[in-house]
């Protein structure tokens, strides 16, 4: 959902800056129309209403669930291209660059939304009845429906779910930043499937969890980071990436095929 | 004369999928303590019959009564909810979650949202062990346990669930010979229990081994009802081929 992060971070930006006429005040200064709250709700708002399209057009329309990402991949950067004209939204007020950027003692505000919603999440997948039907879901759609979980309810809550936390990263990335743009979360589909894959989720369904995935993050960024202190070209990086997908979906492949032996 | 009791009176049922007619005016009916087996070639109408009666499809016309009540089955959990439980032929386990999340599933126990995973846990041990399925770990995925394990925790999960009527679609079908085995004690252990029993099955020493009365489908019609008694295997499978003794 990477360009949803643009256009949600668009939303936002275009609220707090008063609407599209005021929307390109680049170095004009960093007064407000509107406080924080408002892009974030904006921001989230949109996040929100994208995951329902895309879990509605999944389930109901039975539209295959690649298609309806890779639509989305192109009609919502297109949208957030025509909302910026191409060009950035920047220069937000103190109050709003501080959930980017402010920390709290010694932890970056950033940090701390990232636990509160990895316990959260953690916590409810772990050891609640809906955390438990969405493994269901995944592991075999027939049999939950068959035991009478509503599949189409759980896929789509979790598509909202999904739209609602890349709306309020969206909202953070901005802030971090001090500046919204189109081209923003580019790539980054591709960086999220490798992490989670890494961590240990299957792309097969019903497996997976919240450990594992920071712990893909972390092997990740530690990745990442090394490529670039390594001095290794941001070309190779990206074949590298690349690899690491291809390897982990097909240890993926690999393991699940042993599991069903 | 006493009138039996029906649990199950399938009357007049029709089902169609696009044009095509799977039941024409199928009526079957189940008493407590009764196997009757549904046996009848690939498209006879077996598994959509069962599936009007376990909420997984709609019928287009037609009337259930359960306890001399007529019933609209609406989906799986409102059939579950009015005692009747299936065992489907894919066994309908999710092979990702441990025995208990199987074993609840769709009936989780919980407090505020919360699961109760060590009480799951214990009941769903217990009943196993009741029916004498040895299994060697409870948290592993189920995918991990044998054919005749997996099908056990179905059978314990209808038995715990307190079914009235139980539907097993093909329930030897993946299992080996001492599985199956295993498998025939359950169902004559249930039989004790008040409980009525549809069993579909293609093996026709499974059907005569475990079933009251044989009821034939060919090409969507109810062909027959036999006592099983009354009947040889050669009787029901000409049945089965040609539609007469």
Known sequence: MGSLIALCGLVGAVIAKGGLVERFSVGVGTELANPWYWALAGSVLIGLLAGTVNGVCITKLKVPAFVVTLGGLSAYRGTALLVSDGGPISGFNEAYRWIGQGKIGMVPIPVIIFLVFIVLCHIVLKYTVYGRYIYSVGGNPEAARLSGINIDLIIISTYIITGFLVGLAAFILSARLNSAEAVAGMGYELNVIAVVVVGGTSLFGGRGNILGTIIGAMLFGVLQNGLVLLNVSSYIQQIIIGIILILAVTFDKFSNSVRQV | ?245
């Open chain 2, 1 to 245: 004369m006493e009138q039996p009791q029906y649990i199950v009176q399938m009357n007049n049922i029709y089902k169609s999928f696009n044009g095509v007619k799977a039941l024409k005016d199928v009526s079957i009916n189940l008493q407590k303590n009764e196997v009757v087996g549904i046996v009848g070639h690939n498209g006879a109408g077996k598994s959509t019959l069962i599936k009007i009666l376990s909420g997984a499809l709609p019928k287009d016309t037609g009337s259930i009564l359960i306890e001399n009540k007529q019933v609209e089955i609406s989906d799986p959990k409102h059939a579950r909810n009015m005692g009747i439980e299936t065992i489907y032929q894919d066994l309908a386990l999710a092979g990702n979650l441990d025995v208990a999340s199987n074993f609840f599933l769709g009936n989780e126990k919980s407090r505020f949202f919360f699961l109760r995973n060590k009480f799951m846990k214990e009941e769903s041990k217990r009943v196993l062990q009741e029916m004498k399925i040895n299994i060697k770990s409870y948290s592993v995925p189920v995918d991990f346990l044998s054919g005749g394990q997996r099908q056990a925790i179905a059978i314990g999960r209808a038995i715990y669930n307190k079914a009235k009527v139980l539907i097993m679609d093909e329930p030897t079908a993946a299992l080996g010979i001492e599985e199956a085995r295993r498998v025939g004690d359950l169902i004559n252990q249930l039989k004790k229990q008040d409980i009525g029993i549809f069993l579909i099955s293609h093996d026709i020493h499974d059907v005569f081994d475990f079933c009251d009365r044989i009821a034939i489908l060919k090409n969507g019609e109810l062909v027959d009802i036999c006592v099983s008694d009354e009947v040889t295997k050669d009787d029901v499978v000409s049945l089965i081929i040609k539609g007469t003794k």
